[in-house]
């Protein structure tokens, strides 16, 4: 809950940014077709990086992202 999300497009500008939800999800709606890539950060983790996401019109992109502790790298 509380991790933010920054979406960009292929040239790597900020289109669009979110909080996650309380069960840790989050959404973009009504993309342009393309490619994009996400970075999530969250107090105490280290941050996480997708790259390569491909939205299709009227297509519907399901993500799954884990964050590893920053304890748990040391």
Known sequence: ?????????????LVRQALTNATGKFAFDELTPGT????????SF????????????????LLRINLANMASTV
């Not at 809950?1 to 500008?13: D, E, I, P, T």
């Not at 994009?36 to 107090?43: D, E, K, N």
């Not at 280290?46 to 992109?61: H, T, Y």
Request: glycine share 8%.
């Open 1 to 13: 809950m509380g991790a933010r999300v920054f979406l960009y497009n292929r040239y790597s500008l």
């Open 36 to 43: 994009y890539s996400i970075r999530v950060l969250l107090a």
């Open 46 to 61: 280290l941050p996480a990086v997708r790259g390569d996401i491909s939205v299709a019109a009227g297509s519907e992109n």
